[in-house]
């Protein structure tokens, strides 16, 4: 017998957040705004005590529209967020002792990067790289990075998840990357290595490579 799919006038009727969560989880794949709105306003209803967190996200794409579904899992795991979006790539500024990320004393701050933003040689594709080349950037992007974290961490209080966004622009040599010396793919597969050996020796901070 197939089991039917859960509705929203299921989901509004739910009396505990438990209840809430279970009823809304056949939901999520196709969940509209307007329904994560409506959502989110009877989560608010419940009463229960909520666990207070103050989010900072410094971004050089877009983040503002991840919100409402920030707000919506917020609401179904019982937490009380309040973000802070900097402005559009301000990363090094937001860093900085006084700036309006400190000040709004996030428990976990979240930066969102491209991998281009790591190194200006990553602009255009870098099948011209000599490997020595290649591992220079390589160092020069570990390093960067520890800079940059390192300095969120002197002013800001919480946890630092840092993540860099796949690039859109395939390996510069197509299918034929993978046969080649200096590979674009395996590069950087090796660079988010080291960036992961690095980050290991990183207590306050957790880093997370995609791409």
Not at 57 to 79: C, F, K, P, R
Not at 115 to 135: F, M
Not at 172 to 189: F, R, T
């Amino acid at each position: 017998m197939t089991k039917s799919r859960p509705t929203l006038d299921a989901v509004l009727i739910t009396k505990t957040r438990a209840e809430l969560r279970a009823a809304i989880a056949g939901l999520r794949e196709t969940i509209t705004l307007p329904q994560a709105q409506r959502v989110i306003s009877h989560a608010g209803s419940l009463g229960d005590d909520l666990q207070p967190l103050r989010l900072g996200i410094v971004h050089t794409y877009t983040s503002d529209l991840l919100q409402l579904w920030l707000d919506l899992e917020a609401a179904l795991q019982g937490i009380d967020l309040r973000t802070y979006h900097a402005p559009y790539g301000q990363v090094v500024r937001e860093a900085q002792a006084g700036s309006t990320l400190v000040t709004h004393e996030p428990d976990l701050t979240v930066l969102l990067l491209r991998r281009e933003d790591l190194h200006p040689g990553l602009s255009k594709p870098i099948t011209g790289v000599s490997g020595a080349q290649q591992q220079l950037m390589t160092d020069q992007i570990v390093e960067q990075l520890r800079a940059t974290v390192e300095t969120f961490r002197k002013h800001t209080r919480g946890q630092i998840v840092l993540t860099v966004l796949p690039s859109i622009v395939g390996p510069g040599l197509g299918i034929y990357d993978a046969h080649s010396e200096v590979s674009e793919s395996v590069w950087w597969e090796r660079t988010k290595a080291e960036i992961a050996r690095w980050s290991k020796v990183i207590t306050e901070a957790k880093v997370s490579v995609q791409g």
